[in-house]
Structures are given as structure tokens and as C-alpha cells.
T-cell receptor, first 113, second 113 residues
């Protein structure tokens, strides 16, 4: 069975640009969460979506936004990129929104120059 | 606020049991303890989770103290492939916070030949 997939694998942007990262959950999973992992630190929660609705938001600025589509895939958008946005962005899927184990994808490595 | 406390690093001889401790003294009654591991810049891999009873699966065992303020992950026969950063996580579910996983900085486990 396919796990969580993310695209692209790597991405290089310059300051001020915007970026869109994509995630496809495990088949049958209806919830997607996004995390940011800066080098040397553990992942930090950004968003959770379940049944196309935002169910949770971490402490990130409004430059970060996300959405979930009818097929349960998800996009994370980051506007006005800063150098500090350079990180590994992880997507995790779970069966439902509240009580289930999250399974992580391989991540997208974003570098902002 | 810190949810979990783990040693920064540990070594273990190949073939021996690896015992990774975690302190979660502020855990509340409905918060689960999860363990994930991450091998160099890959997505975190689920290992095991529990609420108050000890748990065992094909990868590891989880021992949770009776007061639930600490736990230990046990890898019964460590191999070189178990070298990774191990995260002890408290899962919090709330109306406005969704299903968040609070990652700390984890324990870097090195299995020595």
C-alpha cells in the first residue's frame, strides 16, 4: 500500500516568493496535518485538516495557509518567504481527525535564498 | 511549554536492549504517549503508543509508570538500523487545537557495533 506522498521532494525559492507544497494521504485517511522541521529541532505543528475543514492551527503567521480537497489531498501555501522558512515540511495523515495515529510522509525540503 | 523531556543522546551496543526514557510529568488524563523515530531527514516513523497500560508490538515495548509521569521505550535487540532520533510525544486533542503532536528535540540513539 502506498504511504503518504509529498511533492516536490526539494524546492529552492528566494525571499519574497510564495510556495505551494502538496500532500496525498494514505488511501482511506481523511485527515492531514502539516509540520515544519527546522534543522536540529523536532517537527512543529502548523495545521490539521479533517473532512476539508481546518481543525487545528499552530503558532505560525498568516503567511502560512492550507486547504484540503474533496479527495483528501492537501496543499500548504507559504507567502512572502523568509530565510527562516527554510525547513523540512512534513505531511502526516490519519484515519480521522482526533484520536488516530499519524503517519508521516518523506517531507519536502524547502530552501529559501 | 515543554510537554516531554528526553536525554539528548544515548549509545547502545548492537544486540543489546535499548532503553529510552521520557519524562512527561504534566501529562493529563486523556493525553496519549506516542513514540516515533526519524532517520536522517526522513519522515518520522511511528513506533508505538499508549495511554496507561504497557504496550508491545513487533518493533518495541512501551512501559508507562503508574502515575503516567514517565515512560520508557524498549528496543529489545538493537541493530545498526535502529540508529535514529527517537521522539517521545504527547498527543493533545482539543476543540481549537485539533489533534496535535508535540515533538521535543528527541534522543539521538547510536547503536554501536
Amino acid at each position: 500500500d502506498a504511504g503518504v506522498t509529498q511533492s516536490p521532494t526539494h524546492l529552492i525559492k528566494t525571499r519574497g516568493q510564495h510556495v505551494t507544497l502538496r500532500c496525498s494521504p494514505i488511501s482511506g485517511h481523511k485527515s492531514v496535518s502539516w509540520y515544519q522541521q527546522v534543522l536540529g529541532q523536532g517537527p512543529q505543528f502548523i495545521f490539521q485538516y479533517y473532512e476539508k475543514e481546518e481543525r487545528g492551527r499552530g503558532n505560525f503567521p498568516d503567511r502560512f495557509s492550507a486547504r484540503q480537497f474533496p479527495n483528501y489531498s492537501s496543499e500548504l501555501n507559504v507567502n512572502a518567504l523568509l530565510l527562516g522558512d527554510s525547513a523540512l515540511y512534513l505531511c502526516a495523515s490519519s484515519l480521522r481527525g482526533s484520536t488516530d495515529t499519524q503517519y508521516f510522509g518523506p517531507g519536502t525540503r524547502l530552501t529559501v535564498l | 511549554d515543554a510537554k516531554t523531556t528526553q536525554p539528548t543522546s544515548m549509545d547502545c551496543a548492537e544486540g543489546r536492549a535499548a532503553n529510552l526514557p521520557c519524562n512527561h510529568s504534566t501529562i493529563s488524563g486523556n493525553e496519549y504517549v506516542y513514540w516515533y523515530r526519524q532517520i536522517h531527514s526522513q519522515g518520522p516513523q511511528y513506533i508505538i503508543h499508549g495511554l496507561k497500560n504497557n504496550e508491545t508490538n513487533e518493533m518495541a515495548s512501551l512501559i508507562i509508570t503508574e502515575d503516567r509521569k514517565s515512560s520508557t521505550l524498549i528496543l529489545p535487540h538493537a541493530t545498526l538500523r535502529d540508529t535514529a532520533v527517537y521522539y517521545c510525544i504527547v498527543r493533545v486533542t482539543g476543540l481549537n487545537t485539533g489533534n496535535q503532536f508535540y515533538f521535543g528535540t528527541g534522543t539521538s540513539l547510536t547503536v554501536i557495533p
